[in-house]
Nanobody, 130 residues
Framework: EAQLVESGGGLVHTGGSLRLSCAASGFTFDDYVIGWFRQAPGKEREAVSAIDRSTGRTYYKDSVRGRFTISSENAKNTVYLQMNNLNAGDTAAYYC???????????????????????RGQGTQVAVSS
């Protein structure tokens, strides 16, 4: 069975760091764009970052650019999201999603994750306290 499993969430203080992992099983990442979106209680979901495994191109939401780094480790079929200098606005449930890279030809990376994901994880909670 193909699935994505997230890990690495937790509670940190403002300014702290966390690294989220998204491990795939049952399929390989090669032709997918893998990314993270988040949703806080009472707020709209928002795409945070993504990496197109077919080209290596990365994408970031403006508010996390320079603080978050997305990367992939092919041998482990895993994508990571390194999150530094966290603040209260980053508090949310974070979900990993995988969509076919072909969708990027006609759809932005954020909408590709929202509407064309073939696989989604169960989510991991990130909480940042002041």
């Amino acid at each position: 069975e193909a699935q994505l499993v997230e890990s690495g969430g937790g509670l940190v203080h403002t300014g702290g760091s966390l690294r989220l992992s998204c491990a795939a099983s049952g399929f390989t990442f090669d032709d997918y764009v893998i990314g993270w979106f988040r949703q806080a209680p009472g707020k709209e979901r928002e795409a945070v970052s993504a990496i197109d495994r077919s080209t290596g191109r990365t994408y970031y939401k403006d508010s996390v650019r320079g603080r978050f780094t997305i990367s992939s480790e092919n041998a482990k079929n895993t994508v990571y999201l390194q999150m530094n200098n966290l603040n209260a606005g980053d508090t949310a449930a974070y979900y990993c999603a995988a969509a076919g890279s072909r969708h990027l030809l006609t759809t932005g990376w954020d909408l590709t994750l929202f509407y064309h994901s073939a696989y989604r994880g169960q989510g991991t909670q990130v909480a940042v306290s002041s």
